[in-house]
């Protein structure tokens, strides 16, 4: 008997070729359901949002470190990209704020 060929007849076609079933079509289901937040995801939905909202960015650095991507992983760039934003978000702030500071400081020396 040739071990390439299979016996079962439910298997067996007419080429004699039986097709290999791969372990990632069981996976694939997941994610044909469209992302929350009308389509687009949780991280690009707060990217957006945090436009108006700057808590948003990060609200979703903390889902971004603690991997909430793992769930699904079509979320990871939007997480991502909230992150870098709350970083230039602070580090714009921190730097006006100090800017803010030195001009408030460099005018009540002229006027003493």
Known sequence: MNKGHSTDAMNHR???YVPIRDVEDAQLGMFDKP???????????????????????YFSTILYFGKYYNKDPRERSGLAACAIAAITFTCISLNNKSLLEAAAAS????TI
């Open 14 to 16: 007419e080429d004699g």
């Open 35 to 57: 992302l929350p937040c009308f389509g687009c995801g949780i991280g690009w939905f707060f990217f957006l949002l945090g436009f108006v909202f700057p808590l948003m960015w």
């Open 107 to 110: 005018s009540n020396c002229s």
